[in-house]
């Protein structure tokens, strides 16, 4: 019998390392970021100044460029940012703003936004009363719309009441030229399509022939005379009765009442601040 020569013994075992398949090293992720890790990287000194009710991102802004905000002992620069391990401190003698809300009962005719020359709008309606000064309405309703609006002098409130993602409800009260379809609440809450754009769905109540009660999550432009268009029929006259727990109730026209207690509180708490 013949033996194996060393060459076919290191063929041998040379063959058998081939056949074992080279181990597969998997690649390493990196990090990712999550909710708290972003945080900890710290906001921005104007954005952190806004959010804890010092000021405006704006007024931050001229806060910090008469040197009165200062960071853990050294004066603040424009693009600093903190997190709330750090001690933010305004000198100077101002103290935390104070911002104020307003109900508001919208007359017919008043523009809200973008006056023309001889139009009536907001400001000038407000004009005469001193407690008013420096505000101003969040969101619109157009010159034949009525109802609630809300005023304040608080700029954080903006993005956060009209940015769409956040689905904040509003309740308007709208009757109609034309007799009420069999069909229209069915199609008013399943959501209608408005020129290539369909609206989410939405809660209607039917008062009568001619009346019924919408309440939206979005706020497209003539979004509610739009979607009548749709349904074949022409809205007559259109109130906005609530926006979120603020309701219109008994205010007059024209006329505006301070929010305040619980029902701030819980507005407030309800857009995050």
């Given amino acids: 019998m013949r033996q194996k020569t060393n060459n076919e013994d290191l063929c041998a ?64 620069v424009l693009g600093d940012k903190v997190t709330d391990k750090d001690k933010v401190e305004l000198r ?35 004009s005469g009363n001193f407690n008013m000064k420096g505000v101003f309405p969040i969101g619109r309703l157009d010159k034949s719309s009525t109802g609630l609006m809300i005023l304040t002098d608080d700029g954080r409130v903006t993005d956060r009441l009209l940015n769409p993602k956040h689905s904040h409800e509003k309740e308007y009260l ?41 309440t939206l999550t979005e706020g497209k432009k003539h979004q509610i005379r739009r979607m009548c268009s749709a349904l074949f029929n022409d809205v007559d006259t259109l109130k906005r009765e609530r926006i979120m727990n603020v309701t219109l109730g008994d205010l007059p026209s024209g006329h505006f009442r301070q929010l305040q207690g619980e029902e701030l509180k819980t507005f407030l708490s309800s857009i995050g601040l």
Avoid: W
Wanted: glycine share 8%; net charge positive; charged share 30%.
């Fill in 92 to 126: 100077g003698g101002q103290v935390k703003k104070e911002f104020r809300y307003f109900a508001y009962n919208k007359p017919y005719g008043v523009i809200t936004h973008s006056p023309q020359f001889g139009q009536k709008d907001i400001a000038k309606d407000l």
């Fill in 174 to 214: 709208v009757t109609t030229k034309l007799k009420l379809r069999n069909n229209f609440k069915e199609k008013m809450e399943a959501g209608v399509n408005i020129e290539g754009y369909k609206t989410e769905k939405c809660k209607v109540k039917i008062i009568d022939d001619f009346t019924f009660r919408v």
């Fill in 13 to 76: 075992i040379l063959a058998k390392t081939m056949k074992k398949p080279t181990p597969k090293i998997k690649p390493t992720k990196a990090p990712t970021k999550n909710k708290e890790q972003n945080k900890s990287e710290g906001l921005r000194i104007n954005k952190y100044l806004a959010l804890h009710g010092y000021s405006t991102r704006r007024g931050a802004d001229d806060l910090i460029s008469k040197n009165q905000i200062f960071i853990n002992g050294r004066r603040a």
